[in-house]
């Protein structure tokens, strides 16, 4: 990883869950969250080559290609583009029906990887990108999706990107418990203001998911900076399930539930390290692809992988249950807000019952 990377490093223009959303995937419940031709007619996953040091690019590629809602979305809902051989929405797609269409041998995928990268460096977002060095996963995501935003066109999902969590680990201490105690801890506020009677006072803030998006990213903030350009990589083991349960953290919502799909991990130090993926095919098989490589591994290995490596973004989709009824998403797209209990109520009298020092 360069030196002028990694998560506190550079600036970042517009972070997923800030940008826009408008139609997003989790707003549009007809585009199915589960596999449809890729299982009908199952091609196996395939490598990407590395010539360089793009295995940042190929591991990332490789967990949103596992996605079978994102994969939906981009072959059924971004058709008819004008923008065609400007979007990097269509160049992605066009990757993407490669991908699970072809031969597994096939130089296709890699050409059609090379033509994404290639509008990926049109783009304003990446215009300043350093192809050439090692660069975080994590960014290039990151950046990816502002490309794709940058880009877009008339569609009907415009923004597929509104479920990043950043999560500060710590060493042996569960995902759950990083999230339950720091990401969505209470907060104590001095200087609350109640939106009715004015009143001010203590208050008890809790943050919680406003959204149930479709497909959640936690990123593992592994990568710290300890001094000027100094970065260090915290390689702490974060035990984590293939099941992740929010329902203690989603707004007015009983159970909230996703399943892992993909992880990318990230082996060797800041300054010098590797990417690769494992990922759930549509066969139900987990595979581990590594550039060109491609093999059968195990649910276990993407959750507790040895030899080195450190899942480093872990990717999940919402079990659907009652996603036609509560498959509400507020319109700011924000994942997560830090609101103070008592400033949404529709009842003024259980608010202050809600919130606990309010005098
Ligand atoms: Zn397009
Ligand atoms: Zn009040």
Same mark, same amino acid.
């Given at each position: 990883m360069p030196k002028d990377s990694g998560m506190n490093g550079v600036q970042i223009p517009v972070r997923p869950q800030e940008a826009p959303v408008q139609n997003s995937i989790s707003e549009s419940p007809e585009i199915s969250a589960r596999w449809q031709r890729q299982s009908a007619s199952p091609s196996p996953p395939k490598g990407f080559s590395n010539a360089h040091v793009m295995c940042y690019r190929n591991s990332m590629i490789q967990a949103l290609l596992h996605i079978p809602k994102l994969v939906n979305w981009l072959e059924d809902y971004h058709d008819t583009c004008p923008k065609e051989n400007r979007c990097t929405i269509c160049a992605f797609q066009r990757l993407s029906l490669l991908y699970w269409q072809t031969?597994?041998?096939?130089?296709d995928v890699n050409q059609s990887m090379a033509a994404l990268t290639a509008n990926l460096k049109t783009t304003a977002t990446l /215009?300043? @990108? /350093? @192809?050439?060095r090692q660069q975080d996963a994590n960014e290039f995501y990151m950046f990816l999706v502002n490309a794709m935003i940058e880009r877009h066109s008339r569609s009907r999902v415009v923004s597929p990107f509104e479920y990043r969590l950043g999560v500060p680990i710590r060493k042996d201490v569960r995902l759950e418990d990083i999230l339950k105690t720091v990401t969505f801890a209470p907060a104590n506020v001095s200087d609350y203001e109640c939106e009715k009677c004015k009143k001010k006072g203590r208050a008890t803030q809790h943050a919680r998911l406003t959204t149930t998006p479709d497909i959640l990213e936690i990123d593992f903030l /592994?990568? *710290? *900076?300890?001094?000027?350009?100094v970065y260090k990589k915290n390689s702490s083991h974060v035990p984590f399930s293939s099941n992740l349960d929010l329902s203690a953290f989603a707004e007015g919502k009983s159970t909230l539930q996703y399943r892992l799909l993909s992880v990318v991990q990230h082996m060797g130090s800041f300054a010098n390290g590797h990417y690769r993926c494992i990922a759930k095919s549509p066969s139900g098989v987990w595979e581990e692809l590594d550039d060109s490589s491609v093999r059968k591994s195990r649910i276990s290995e993407a959750i507790n992988p040895g030899g080195g490596w450190t899942p480093y973004s872990l990717f999940y989709a919402r079990v659907e249950d009652d996603a036609h009824l509560n498959g509400h998403v507020n319109g700011?797209? *924000?994942?997560?807000q830090r609101e103070s209990e008592g400033s949404r109520h529709s009842n003024h009298t259980s608010s202050h019952k809600r919130v606990k020092s309010h005098m």
């Open positions: 031969h597994p041998n096939s130089k /215009r300043t @990108w /350093r @192809w050439s /592994r990568f *710290q *900076q300890t001094g000027r350009g700011d797209g *924000q994942v997560l």
